[in-house]
């Protein structure tokens, strides 16, 4: 009997080109009149069913992967390396951009995001960005993650931390104030406004449904309608005069009958309102300035080109800096030294008007000598031999002049 119990509610395998191709972080779920706060729960009714969350998410994952990273080893910048190669080319089956865009959406979504590396002789030779939804944490006797469990269907695969150089699987979390193993998700913490605006999404969509008016009450004028009446009125306005199709479509009345309108008050619509607000609120949850998301209502910025350079400033530069100092610092073992990897702030278009200023000012410093002013825009000292550089113009993008 459980035999056959198991083969009916045994999930189909799956092939994956990693050991395992996908992790996962479960919550508790929430109250029942909420959307329950998991993985799956939030992924759906957020990212796939929310046009607000779907692009907060997809402009913080997709800016935050587009900034190009640059290493430095003992101090100075390097252009070649293995580590840069593996992140240029992850795996066989996609790009770089492609793969870190997928690490920011699932630590968006989730609050955690789950790195594969695949080593061969104690060197990482392909990466992969595994789902957040079938992974376990398994700590160990000191409370830290000692494994991670992988599951898929009936078949699980453990991941033992510290085998290797580098550990097998990285796990990058957002803060959680009352976890220690996973991470807050921004759409967690903002559940209440999506279920709000979701709401009221379906509200619209019922009234659409509805010949896009509210309803109204039919009034007998003398006596009361026999059970087969009452049904056939039912039946005729249900197939005759509901629907967006129906709309407009002139009623017929008979037997004394009288059609009252019925209107919302200014309090009823209230949540039109509600929505906006809630929109602004997930906004603010995912570090999106409202402006860049499109929604009314919101004047905090001046222009679009200063909440761009916010949206960099607050959101996109932070995530980006603390996930790639994480990757190099999982990475360094395998090569025996430290490395530092950070995303090129030179190469952000939305900050080029702060890098040009930035070196006009450093010009006009006369004070200061070119080793000096070197540093001050981010710049090693320059070399032995090396001739000094005049500080006197940018280019526009932040970069001297030659």
């Known amino acids: 009997m459980l035999t056959m119990l198991s083969r009916w509610f045994r999930s189909p395998p799956e092939a994956k080109a990693s050991r395992v191709p996908s992790s996962v972080a479960f919550y508790v779920a ?3 009149v909420w959307t329950p706060r998991d993985y799956a729960a939030l992924a759906r009714e957020g990212f796939q069913k929310n046009a607000v969350v779907h692009r907060a998410v997809r402009l913080v994952s997709e800016a935050a992967a587009s900034l190009p990273l640059v290493l430095k080893v003992r101090g100075g910048e390097v252009t070649e390396h293995p580590v840069l190669d593996l992140l240029a080319h992850p795996n066989g089956r996609e790009g770089g951009q492609r793969f870190l865009e997928s690490v920011f959406g699932h630590l968006l979504v989730s609050g955690n995001a789950y790195v594969e590396a695949v080593s061969v002789d104690g060197a990482p030779r392909e990466l992969y960005a595994l789902r957040p939804d079938r992974m376990r944490v398994v700590p160990g006797p000191d409370g830290w993650a ?13 991941f033992a931390q510290g ?7 990285l796990h990058l979390t957002l803060f959680h104030p009352a976890d220690d193993h996973y991470g807050l998700s921004p759409m967690e913490a ?3 406004a999506l279920d709000i605006h979701n709401a009221a999404g379906a509200w619209n969509k019922a009234l659409l449904d509805n010949a896009a008016r509210p309803s109204g009450a039919l009034v007998v004028g003398g006596g009361v309608l026999t059970e087969a009446q009452f049904s056939r009125l039912k039946e005729e306005l249900a197939e005759n005069y509901q629907g967006a199709g129906n709309a407009g479509r002139p009623l017929l009345l008979e037997g004394g009958l009288d059609w009252k309108p019925l209107s919302l008050s200014p309090k009823d619509m209230d949540f ?17 300035p409202p402006l860049l998301l499109g929604l009314p209502g919101d004047n905090t910025h001046a222009n679009y080109a200063e909440a761009n350079r916010a949206f960099y400033r607050q959101t996109v530069i932070p ?3 603390r996930t790639a100092q994480a990757v190099a610092q999982w990475l360094a073992p395998a090569f025996g030294e430290p490395l530092v990897l950070e995303p090129d702030l030179d190469a952000i278009e939305a900050l080029a008007s702060e890098r040009e200023s930035l070196w006009r000012r450093v010009s006009a410093a006369t004070f200061l000598t070119d080793d000096e002013r070197r540093e001050a825009v981010g710049y090693g000292r320059r070399g032995r031999g090396e001739r000094g550089v005049q500080v006197l113009q940018g280019d526009g993008m932040g970069r001297p002049s030659s």
């Open 190 to 192: 903002a559940a209440t």
């Open 319 to 321: 995530l980006a800096r």
């Open 146 to 158: 000692a494994a991670y469990d992988y599951t898929v269907g009936a078949r699980t695969i453990r």
């Open 30 to 32: 929430g109250q029942a």
């Open 163 to 169: 085998s290797d150089p580098v550990p097998p699987v």
């Open 272 to 288: 039109v309102e509600a929505k906006a607000a809630a929109a602004r609120e997930i906004a603010l949850a995912f570090g999106v």
